[in-house]
C-alpha cells in the first residue's frame, strides 16, 4: 500500500476540503451537486470542526466519547459574536474531551494538540546524562537527523530523535559505516527516546537496516463512512531488509512515554525481531495517522482517521508498547535506561 508520512504534532497536506465543510459527501458531488462557499462565522467554524471530527476519527468506543453529547455542550457556546480567542479556546477543549496527541488545532499564532500522553510522565531521556556515556567517534547526519558514537567495550549507540525528517536510513548507513571503521561492533544501542513520531516511511527505512526479514508488523482499517464504526478493509504494513549498511547483531532499543507516532511503527518494526530487547518507559499510544482539514477560516484541524493495531491485532491506542525491561532514569543525574542496555549487551552472548 501507498502510505502516507505519519506525524506527531506536524502538518499535512489538505485533502478533500470543503466536502464536509458544506455537509456534503464525494458522492454527493459526483451527483453534480457543488458545495457553496462556506461561512466562516464562528458558529459554522464551530460545527464544521465538530463535523470533521464525526467523520473521521476512529477511536470513539475506545475513548468511551459519546461526540454527540459533547458537541451538545460545547457548539451551544460559540455565537456569532464569539471572538476568536474564545473560539479556540472552546474548540480545544472540545477536542481534549477524546485526549489524542494526533488531533490538534493551528490558527495564526496559536496551536493546540493534547499532551497528555508524555506530559504527565517522567521523561526518562536527557541529552547530558546520555552524554556522559559517549565515546568517540561522535558524528551526525544530515544536521541531527542521526547521530552515534561508540560506547565501552565493543558497544555501539545510535540516536534518532525524529523521524520527521527525511533522510532518516541514510543516517544510520552514515552511522553503521563510522562506527564499524574504528573496529567490530559487537552491539549497538538505538534510542528513540522523546522521538514524537514524523513519517512511517522513515522509520521503516531505518528499521530494515536492522532487520533480517521481512515481516508484517502493523495492521490498519481506514475510516470509510460516516458511521463511527464505519471502517474500510484491513490493510498490513510490512518492513524488509533495506538499505546501504545493515547490522543484524545485538540490538536494544531504548524507549520512554515521548515515543510516539512513527517512532511507535518503528518500535513494532524492530519487534518483528525476536533477539531485540526494549528498555525504558511505556511508549505514548499514538496511532491515528491524522489528515489535516482546512475549516471555513483558514484553521487547520488535523484528525486521525485509522485504527492501527500491533502485527497481533493489539489495540495500543492511548496505552501504548510496553518495554521488555522497564528502567527509568534522572535526566540531571546518571543514564539508568542506556547503562541498563550497554549492561544487558555486554551480558548476552
Same mark, same amino acid.
Given at each position: 500500500?501507498?502510505?502516507?508520512?505519519?506525524?506527531?504534532?506536524?502538518?499535512?497536506?489538505?485533502?478533500?476540503?470543503?466536502?464536509?465543510?458544506?455537509?456534503?459527501?464525494?458522492?454527493?458531488?459526483?451527483?453534480?451537486?457543488?458545495?457553496?462557499?462556506?461561512?466562516?462565522?464562528?458558529?459554522?467554524?464551530?460545527?464544521?470542526?465538530?463535523?470533521?471530527?464525526? #467523520?473521521?476519527?476512529?477511536?470513539? %468506543?475506545?475513548? &468511551? *466519547?459519546?461526540?454527540? =453529547?459533547?458537541?451538545? @455542550?460545547?457548539?451551544?457556546? !460559540?455565537?456569532?459574536?464569539?471572538?476568536?480567542?474564545?473560539?479556540?479556546?472552546?474548540?480545544?477543549?472540545?477536542?481534549?474531551?477524546?485526549?489524542?496527541?494526533?488531533?490538534?488545532?493551528?490558527?495564526?499564532?496559536?496551536?493546540?494538540?493534547?499532551?497528555?500522553?508524555?506530559?504527565?510522565?517522567?521523561?526518562?531521556?536527557?541529552?547530558?546524562?546520555?552524554?556522559?556515556?559517549? #565515546?568517540?567517534?561522535?558524528?551526525? %547526519?544530515?544536521? &541531527? *537527523?542521526?547521530?552515534? =558514537?561508540?560506547?565501552? @567495550?565493543?558497544?555501539?549507540? !545510535?540516536?534518532?530523535?525524529?523521524?520527521?525528517?527525511?533522510?532518516?536510513?541514510?543516517?544510520?548507513?552514515?552511522?553503521?559505516?563510522?562506527?564499524?571503521?574504528?573496529?567490530?561492533?559487537?552491539?549497538?544501542?538505538?534510542?528513540?527516546?522523546?522521538?514524537?513520531?514524523?513519517?512511517?516511511?522513515?522509520?521503516?527505512?531505518?528499521?530494515?537496516?536492522?532487520?533480517?526479514?521481512?515481516?508484517?508488523?502493523?495492521?490498519?482499517?481506514?475510516? &470509510?463512512?460516516?458511521?463511527?464504526?464505519?471502517?474500510?478493509?484491513?490493510?498490513?504494513?510490512?518492513?524488509?531488509?533495506?538499505?546501504?549498511?545493515?547490522?543484524?547483531?545485538?540490538?536494544?532499543?531504548?524507549?520512554?512515554?515521548?515515543?510516539?507516532?512513527?517512532?511507535?511503527?518503528?518500535?513494532?518494526?524492530?519487534?518483528?525481531?525476536?533477539?531485540?530487547?526494549?528498555?525504558?518507559?511505556?511508549?505514548?499510544?499514538?496511532?491515528?495517522?491524522?489528515?489535516?482539514?482546512?475549516?471555513?477560516?483558514?484553521?487547520?484541524?488535523?484528525?486521525?482517521?485509522?485504527?492501527?493495531?500491533?502485527?497481533?491485532?493489539?489495540?495500543?491506542?492511548?496505552?501504548?508498547?510496553?518495554?521488555?525491561?522497564?528502567?527509568?532514569?534522572?535526566?540531571?543525574?546518571?543514564?539508568?535506561?542506556?547503562?541498563?542496555?550497554?549492561?544487558?549487551?555486554?551480558?548476552?552472548?
Amino acid at each position: 500500500m501507498k502510505r502516507r508520512a505519519r506525524i506527531g504534532p506536524w502538518r499535512r497536506a489538505v485533502a478533500w476540503t470543503g466536502l464536509a465543510l458544506a455537509g456534503l459527501s464525494p458522492a454527493a458531488c459526483a451527483d453534480g451537486l457543488l458545495p457553496s462557499d462556506p461561512s466562516d462565522d464562528p458558529v459554522t467554524v464551530a460545527r464544521a470542526a465538530w463535523q470533521e471530527v464525526d #467523520q473521521y476519527y476512529p477511536w470513539f %468506543a475506545l475513548k &468511551g *466519547v459519546d461526540w454527540d =453529547a459533547v458537541g451538545g @455542550e460545547f457548539l451551544p457556546r !460559540v455565537t456569532s459574536t464569539t471572538v476568536d480567542t474564545e473560539l479556540f479556546a472552546t474548540l480545544a477543549e472540545m477536542l481534549g474531551r477524546l485526549r489524542d496527541g494526533h488531533l490538534s488545532l493551528e490558527s495564526p499564532g496559536h496551536r493546540y494538540a493534547w499532551d497528555g500522553w508524555h506530559a504527565d510522565y517522567p521523561p526518562n531521556y536527557g541529552v547530558l546524562a546520555a552524554a556522559r556515556y559517549l #565515546q568517540p567517534p561522535i558524528g551526525a %547526519a544530515g544536521g &541531527g *537527523v542521526v547521530s552515534w =558514537a561508540r560506547l565501552r @567495550e565493543g558497544m555501539g549507540y !545510535v540516536r534518532i530523535p525524529s523521524f520527521g525528517n527525511e533522510g532518516v536510513g541514510d543516517g544510520v548507513d552514515a552511522a553503521l559505516t563510522a562506527l564499524a571503521a574504528v573496529g567490530p561492533v559487537d552491539g549497538i544501542v538505538i534510542d528513540v527516546r522523546s522521538n514524537g513520531g514524523g513519517s512511517d516511511t522513515q522509520a521503516e527505512e531505518a528499521a530494515g537496516r536492522f532487520i533480517e526479514n521481512a515481516a508484517v508488523y502493523r495492521r490498519i482499517r481506514y475510516k &470509510g463512512g460516516p458511521g463511527h464504526e464505519d471502517f474500510g478493509p484491513e490493510l498490513t504494513s510490512t518492513v524488509s531488509p533495506q538499505g546501504a549498511q545493515r547490522f543484524t547483531g545485538r540490538v536494544a532499543v531504548l524507549q520512554n512515554r515521548g515515543t510516539f507516532s512513527a517512532a511507535e511503527d518503528f518500535i513494532l518494526a524492530m519487534r518483528t525481531r525476536p533477539d531485540v530487547t526494549f528498555i525504558g518507559d511505556t511508549t505514548g499510544g499514538g496511532s491515528g495517522n491524522p489528515i489535516a482539514r482546512e475549516l471555513p477560516n483558514g484553521w487547520i484541524l488535523s484528525v486521525p482517521r485509522w485504527r492501527q493495531l500491533t502485527a497481533d491485532g493489539e489495540v495500543y491506542e492511548g496505552i501504548g508498547l510496553a518495554p521488555d525491561l522497564l528502567a527509568s532514569t534522572d535526566p540531571a543525574g546518571s543514564d539508568f535506561i542506556l547503562e541498563r542496555a550497554i549492561q544487558l549487551l555486554i551480558r548476552t552472548p
